[in-house]
T-cell receptor, first 112, second 117 residues
Framework: DAKTTQPPSMDCAEGRAANLPCNHS???????VYWYRQIHSQGPQYIIH???NNETNEMASLIITEDRKSSTLILPHATLRDTAVYYC?????????????FGKGTRLSVIA | GAGVSQTPSNKVTEKGKYVELRCDPI?????LYWYRQSLGQGPEFLIY????????DSGLPNDRFFAVRPEGSVSTLKIQRTERGDSAVYLC???????????????FGPGTRLTVL
């Protein structure tokens, strides 16, 4: 079972920031937080990951709370092409390469 | 460079038939994963290869499912005696298994949509 909890759906106006929350209250010290997204009829795509510090790349920012029990993925200026299902996943780096455990994710709809 | 490719993109078969689904990972990636995704659900892990060997096959639902990766590159997922419940999108992913650090980013193919009539 997935170790994360996400809202099933969210809407966001085009050009506004999309803030996608994720709860991972049972996360352990060895586990990273990963975000992937899946655009309709495509395979999942990596977005960003973090351990305890906030992270930013060209796609998004990841804010992790100090207790690491929750995080927020931020798309700063959402576009219609960001409409997708977003998955928050925790993964243990001590296990080497490990399969990803997906939940149902959050379906983000960006509205013009 | 080329991403992960999967063939066929769509496969329709009849109940009881045998099917093979192919995955070509990113060149040089030593780790390869198979997942299955049913409608409205997230992908579900099936099997993971490190090189030629199956490092973890705990996600295979039963012995009708089998996968190989004989030369450590291309992989084939084989399903015997297909059932209607096997209908799903089968996704393949690969990663480059860098030592140490966070779990490696997985790069997914577009999937094969299997329909069992």
């Amino acid at each position: 079972d997935a170790k994360t909890t996400q809202p099933p759906s969210m809407d966001c106006a085009e050009g506004r920031a999309a803030n996608l929350p994720c709860n991972h209250s049972t996360i352990s010290g060895n586990e990273y937080v990963y975000w992937y997204r899946q655009i309709h009829s495509q395979g999942p795509q990596y977005i960003i990951h973090g351990l305890k510090n906030n992270e930013t790349n060209e796609m998004a920012s990841l804010i992790i709370t100090e207790d690491r029990k929750s995080s927020t993925l931020i798309l700063p200026h959402a576009t219609l092409r960001d409409t997708a299902v977003y998955y928050c996943i925790v993964s243990d780096f001590n296990s080497g390469n490990t399969p990803l455990v997906f939940g149902k994710g959050t379906r983000l709809s960006v509205i013009a | 460079g080329a991403g992960v490719s999967q063939t066929p993109s769509n496969k329709v078969t009849e109940k009881g038939k045998y099917v093979e689904l192919r995955c070509d990972p990113i060149s040089g990636h030593t780790a390869l994963y198979w997942y299955r995704q049913s409608l409205g659900q997230g992908p579900e892990f099936l099997i993971y290869f490190q090189g030629t060997g199956a490092a973890d096959d705990s996600g295979l639902p039963n012995d009708r499912f089998f996968a190989v990766r004989p030369e450590g590159s291309v992989s084939t997922l084989k399903i015997q005696r297909t059932e209607r419940g096997d209908s799903a999108v089968y996704l393949c992913a690969s990663s480059d298994n860098l030592a140490g650090g966070p779990p490696d980013t997985q790069y997914f193919g577009p999937g094969t949509r299997l329909t069992v009539l």
